[in-house]
């Protein structure tokens, strides 16, 4: 058996591993990143749309290498097919090709001083007296034991690593978003705007979305939350009306619960999907992930100056990424959960009124008005507030 | 739990929502450790239609 020390490893390597190995090792502490899969990014579990505060965070300026599209607003489709523009805001960003991107930033960690492996998967966590005090993992049928004083775990939404710690980790199914997209040639949308389709015989509880990655190329996905039939089920539905063909299938599933109760123990931090840092509305994960991953690393790495790698350290993690997204991602959770009532004919409803008005400039008192005017809106504003 | 491996995408939406934790995506496969309820917790969540439970007759 190979034995091996660091200060911290990093068991995952996408964004939320690769962030907090960039930021610990910025941080001049010894860091190992671990990826069970042989090729870092593969397969692709994301319509790729990112906002241009990730950079901001990551202290990254956007690459061509992995810039597929810039997007400058969205197009939302109500059921009865009325559209809306919605130009820059929250729908400003990019659409990425994340197989580049992956691996650029765990490049960038790489070049920080991270050392990775590939193709080693981690099986057990080491634990003594209570405390993690480093992984087990398998590479090539070899048995690795890697010793550290503190564990990230960035392993997404196969988590199990915090599970092994003793967090509580359990989603839900009606919490999780699952979700089918092809990538597709030969799709006619504006390469420049997002598309956003919702209706009960479109996604039931979820949406459409169509996020264009330029020549007529785009993710074109479905998520649901509804057992009855499959995302693959309304995803073919819907594409057999665009002339379109697949070149990939990516599947997977988002947690829309919000964070989990705890993301720390003795000698171990979660960042990312497997956390729960997802946005409950819209189910972007990478924004929040990368804002928390870099808290980690930092944490992490201060941890280890300290040589104190205790729950009663490492705590300052949560109190940090609460202070960052805490409030933001418990928002989204109240808006979802008002979201998950409205039937077709209140989307319906609300976009005939935003039709047509710049949603930037609608008054308060034209908003009210409407509500009244709508019971079950009422209703459920009432119960959100 | 039954597993329809050719259906399986590999994405690992249902380890997360096992509450006896016996599923792993392992590198050749989906994994089921014995100790399986038949909640059926695995099968809602999958977005391929791989995973069945028997449901009861009565
Ligand atoms: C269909 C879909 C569309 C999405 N679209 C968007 C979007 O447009 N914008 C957005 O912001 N977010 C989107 N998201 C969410 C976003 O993709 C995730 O929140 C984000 O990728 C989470 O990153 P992560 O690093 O935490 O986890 P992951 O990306 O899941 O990475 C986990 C990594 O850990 C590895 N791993 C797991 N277990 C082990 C182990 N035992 N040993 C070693 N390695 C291990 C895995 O192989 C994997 O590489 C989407 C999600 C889905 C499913
Ligand atoms: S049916 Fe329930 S207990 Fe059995 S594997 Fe699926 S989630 Fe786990
Ligand atoms: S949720 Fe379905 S497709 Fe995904 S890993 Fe499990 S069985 Fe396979």
């Not at chain 1, 006619?188 to 509880?205: I, Q, S, W």
């Not at chain 1, 947690?255 to 729960?276: H, M, N, R």
């Not at chain 1, 930037?360 to 908003?367: L, M, N, Q, T």
Request: hydrophobic share 35%; aromatic share 6%; proline share 4%.
């Amino acid at each position: 058996m190979t034995k091996l020390k660091y200060d911290v490893v990093v068991v995952g390597a996408r964004v939320g591993g690769s962030t907090s190995a960039l930021f610990a090792s910025k941080s001049d502490v010894d860091v190992l990143m671990l990826e069970k899969r042989q090729e870092i990014g593969t397969p692709v579990q994301c319509a790729e749309g990112v906002t241009y505060n990730t950079f901001e965070t990551l202290e990254i300026k956007p690459n061509e290498k992995y810039i597929r599209s810039r997007i400058k607003g969205a197009n939302i489709h109500a059921p009865d097919g009325r559209c809306i523009n919605y130009e820059g805001g929250v729908a400003e960003g990019l659409v990425l090709d994340r197989k580049v991107f992956d691996k650029e930033l765990a490049s960038e960690a790489a070049k920080s001083g991270s050392d990775i492996m590939v193709k080693t998967a981690v099986k057990d966590l080491i634990i003594k007296d209570h405390k993690v005090c480093g992984v087990i993992a398998k590479h090539l049928g070899e048995t690795i034991e890697v010793k550290a004083d503190v564990v990230i775990a960035a392993d997404g939404i196969e988590s199990n690593m915090a599970r092994m710690a003793g967090l509580k980790t359990i989603q839900s199914p009606k919490q999780i978003c699952s979700c089918a997209q092809y990538e597709m040639v030969g799709v006619d949308v504006d390469p420049n705007y997002l598309e956003f389709y919702f209706g009960e015989n479109v996604a039931p509880k979820g949406y459409v979305w169509i996020f264009p990655k330029g020549d007529g190329v785009a993710n074109v996905g479905v998520g649901i939350r509804s057992p009855d039939k499959t995302p693959l089920y309304y995803l073919d539905k819907f594409v057999s009306k665009l002339d379109a063909k697949p070149v990939e299938l990516n599947i997977g599933g988002v947690p829309l619960s919000g964070p989990i109760e705890k993301t720390y123990t003795d000698g171990l931090l979660v960042v990312g999907d497997a956390a729960g840092h997802v946005d409950p509305i819209t189910g972007g994960g990478i924004h929040p992930t990368i804002t928390c991953a870099r808290i980690a690393g930092e944490v992490a790495a201060e941890s280890v100056k300290n040589e104190d790698s205790s729950s009663n350290y490492l705590k300052n993690y949560e109190k940090l990424w609460k202070k960052e997204v805490g409030k933001g991602l418990s928002q989204s959770a109240k808006f979802r959960k008002m979201a998950d009532k409205l039937s077709d004919k209140d989307m319906n409803l609300l976009a005939e009124f935003i039709e047509n008005q710049d949603i930037e400039s609608i008054s308060k008192i034209a908003a009210l008005k409407f509500v009244g005017k709508n019971p079950n809106l009422m209703k459920l504003l009432t119960e959100i507030l | 739990m039954e597993v329809q491996s050719e259906y399986c995408g590999y994405c690992g939406s249902c380890v997360t929502v096992c509450p006896e934790g016996i599923i792993e995506l392992a590198e050749n496969g989906l994994k089921v450790e014995i100790g399986c309820t038949d909640c059926g917790n695995c099968v809602y969540v999958c977005p391929m239609g791989a995973l069945i439970v028997e449901k009861d007759d009565d």
